[in-house]
């Protein structure tokens, strides 16, 4: 009890510093560039839907919650504090914790006044039966009211008893978002994957998705929305995903 | 050949959204133009800084002429919590972006 009290207070002065908002975003699968303001806290949770029907149908919804969290002018980091997900399949049903992970943010360049604003983007992230390494090259640049954004990652994946399920993925993003106005943005989101199971090409694994976003922001809180649907015909795929994110800063 | 021009257009597009250059280096003309005010080029280089890192946070910069001058003050005011400033950064930020909005 004491211990909770205490635990309680730490947090609670934590978040009596910390008061301004980390940022909102214009894009759901890609990671933009800029970097949170020094100070800030944010949550942000992201819930994505996921159906698929080829060749069995099967939906998952996953669940992430990250505390975001701006050191400097140029970097940030975040805690991703749970990461679960419900799925429902022929073969099984229910809620699995999956992993928590860590994040790192470090941007060189500025997207308004410099040619291309970069960024670069360290993940990792370990649960029971799962441990990842992500890392990621963030490109971005503002012409006006226009984003545009491109983002390239790189990950490996290590799951199932004993990590013996591994995989490599690569992965390229591009986005383009419009402010109507300050609040509001539309925008569009493709991604490509290419999956390489046990580190080998011999599947050939490439899937493409593709879909308009939508986000919305006002005081310290922003909303999110993309819609992805999967313009290849990959197996064990969704046929379309929706992701919500959905932010506040304390 | 149809692919060319289009690609052609996007460019010009890009261009000319490139060429609308909505947050200039700070100049000598530019702090002349805050006589009366009386602010240094280095608030107006730091109001610079500023405005390129923490606004865009949340949204895109918007072109000065968009607001009046005077409507300028209380804009920066608005936001500034949500960005974090420190009354000084919000005075350089409105600075430059009233030296800005006098040379329009």
């Known amino acids: 009890m004491r211990l909770a009290l205490r635990l309680s207070i730490f947090v609670a002065a ?41 060749p069995a149908r099967f939906d998952q919804v996953d669940f992430r919650h990250e505390l975001e969290i701006g050191i ?57 039966q799962h441990f990842e390494l ?3 090259l963030i490109a971005q640049k503002n012409l006006g009211q226009l984003i545009l954004d491109y983002n390239i990652t790189l990950e490996a994946e290590w799951e199932e008893q004993g990590l013996q399920k591994h995989q490599g993925e690569l992965q390229q993003a591009l986005g383009a978002s419009y402010e109507l106005s300050p609040r509001i943005s539309v925008g ?6 290419f999956v390489f199971p046990d580190w080998g090409d011999e599947e050939k694994i490439r899937n493409v998705f593709a879909g308009p976003n939508v986000a919305f922001r006002r005081g310290n809180w922003f909303v999110t929305v993309t819609v992805l649907a999967q313009a290849t015909d990959t197996p064990n795929e969704a046929d379309f995903m929706v992701r919500t994110i959905f932010g506040f800063g304390f | 050949m149809k692919k060319i021009s289009m690609l052609s257009v996007v460019v010009a597009c890009l261009s000319a959204c490139q060429l609308t250059d909505y ?82």
Request: aromatic share 10%; with cysteine.
């Open chain 1, 14 to 54: 934590i978040l009596l510093t910390m008061s301004a908002f980390g940022g909102a975003r214009h894009f759901t699968y890609l990671y933009e560039a800029p970097t949170s303001v020094p100070g800030s806290l944010e949550l942000e949770n992201w819930i994505t839907w996921q159906r698929g029907t080829n």
């Open chain 1, 72 to 128: 400097t002018d140029h970097l940030q980091a975040s805690i991703y504090l749970a990461d679960w997900f419900y799925e429902n399949d022929p073969s099984r049903s229910g809620f699995t914790y999956s992993d928590s992970a860590i994040e790192l943010i470090y941007n060189l360049t500025n997207p308004v006044i410099d040619p291309v604003g970069l960024s670069v983007y360290g993940e990792i992230s370990g649960g029971r």
């Open chain 1, 134 to 136: 992500e890392s990621k």
């Open chain 1, 188 to 193: 569009l989101e493709f991604l490509h994957e």
């Open chain 2, 23 to 104: 947050v200039p280096p700070v100049d000598p003309q530019m702090a002349a133009a805050t006589r009366g005010r009386h602010v240094d080029v280095a608030t107006l280089r730091e109001g610079r800084r500023l405005l390129v890192h923490r606004c865009i946070e949340c949204h895109t910069l918007p072109p000065v002429w968009h607001y009046a001058l005077e409507d300028w003050p209380n804009i920066v005011n608005s936001m500034s919590h949500r960005a974090s400033l420190k009354p000084v950064e919000r005075d350089a930020i409105v600075a430059y972006i009233l030296a800005l909005r006098s040379q329009r």
